[in-house]
């Protein structure tokens, strides 16, 4: 999703039958010789644990200046049992913010250089030694598609261009790649990491498929030869996907993606779907087919996926519920992380874009704590 204002963001929902029980893990497996999250069939196996998994999304957990805000809301998630929690871990800017603001990356005048202060990655270090504490696995993602924070517009104003050559262009994907290796060597040895994630809805609007899947190829292959031991995922909404198609603008294959194709790479161990009928000019009952044409197509790859972020301002628990129903009955999808957790912090009520679901209320209740015991 887009972050529509800059600090938040989606959604979760309800629904009355549990999929399964979870199970522990036997055998050889990744979780079993590394205790890092790892795949285990069609699902996810956390801390020896093979089950399917509720989680959310705070974007912007990073970027608060208040450690002890960090802290409250990884208590509020994991006393909620949301074990999977997905952050931006860029946030990219062209000229030096004032002193306070955070910052992970500067690019200026073909340059980049990556913050590493008290600013800088150190409060992405803070949110993942708090995450370690508390059991909570992070999924870090490392550049947006859309101008917030920075985005891949960022490093065009730096290195020319535009966002459709940004896959292409190998200054900007040096300068990319320069920055997935700080990051990913700061954490490898972390249990916090459930994975790694390559951008926040990427698309090339009009470009042969090929243009991302070859960027996917690369860059995966890329992280991997960094830290093997940690999942990674690409972070694209689903869109490109022929089998189940009812003709709609997300499943074409104009934003430049090939869902199948790109799930099929070797170095891409989940795939991801984000759910958002209201933007994409769809009834919101289309989104449970939406969720099990995705799932089928992640069963016959042999994949498990996450319907990672979705969400609608509009009774949410009514309709989000059906989501998260299909989703949890429906074999290949593994997981599901609403857009957006809320939390009260130190200086108020996180953002709200509509979406978010605060702590505590009584969407809350419907939305998570239902859901969580749902799935048993």
């Known amino acids: 999703m887009r972050a529509a204002f800059l600090p938040l963001l989606t959604l979760f929902g309800h629904h009355a039958f549990a999929r399964s029980t979870s199970r522990t893990a036997t055998g050889s497996s990744l979780a079993n010789s590394t205790g890092f999250p790892t795949t285990d069939g069609l699902d996810f196996n956390i801390d020896g644990t093979t089950s399917y998994y509720a989680g959310t999304n705070t974007y912007w957990l990073a970027f608060l200046n208040n450690n002890s805000d960090v802290d409250h809301v990884l208590d509020d998630l994991a006393s909620s049992d949301l074990k999977i929690l997905r952050i931006w871990g860029f946030n990219d800017v062209n000229t030096i913010p004032a002193s306070g603001t955070v910052w992970f990356q500067l690019h200026a005048n073909g340059t980049s250089t990556i913050n590493t202060g008290t600013d800088g990655l150190q409060k992405l270090d803070y949110v993942v030694s708090s995450a370690e504490s508390r059991g909570v696995k992070l999924i870090i ?15 065009v104003v730096a290195y020319g261009g535009n966002q459709t050559s940004w ?18 060597n700061r954490y490898s040895s972390s249990s916090a990491i459930f994975a790694w994630e390559l951008a926040n809805e990427p698309r ?52 430049g993606l090939d869902f199948t194709t790109n799930l ?38 042999g994949k498990p996926c996450i319907l990672e972020e979705f969400g609608t301002s509009s009774d949410q628990c009514a309709n989000e519920g059906p989501w998260q129903a299909t989703a949890l009955n429906t074999s290949g999808i593994a997981a599901d992380m609403f857009w957006q957790y809320g939390d009260t912090l130190s200086t108020g009520e996180s953002p709200d874009d509509g979406n978010t679901i605060y702590y505590g209320s009584d969407i809350y209740t419907c939305i998570v704590t239902d859901h969580i015991q749902a799935i048993g």
């Open 264 to 301: 099929n790479i070797p170095t891409i161990d989940f795939g991801t779907l984000h759910l958002y009928p209201d933007s994409w000019g769809e009834a919101l009952s289309w989104g449970s087919s939406w969720v099990s044409t995705h799932g089928a197509a992640c069963a016959a790859v």
């Open 167 to 184: 896959y292409t262009n190998s200054q900007i994907q040096t300068a990319y790649q320069t920055y997935i290796k700080t990051v990913v």
């Open 204 to 255: 090339c609007n009009g470009c042969d498929t090929s243009v991302i899947t070859d960027w996917v190829n690369a860059t995966s292959a890329y992280i991997k030869s960094l830290d093997p031991n940690h999942l990674v995922t690409i972070g694209d909404e689903g869109f490109g996907l022929t089998n189940g198609s009812d003709g709609s603008y997300p499943y074409t294959f104009g934003e």
């Open 141 to 155: 993602n490392f550049v947006n598609n859309w101008d917030d924070y920075g985005g891949m517009y960022a490093y």
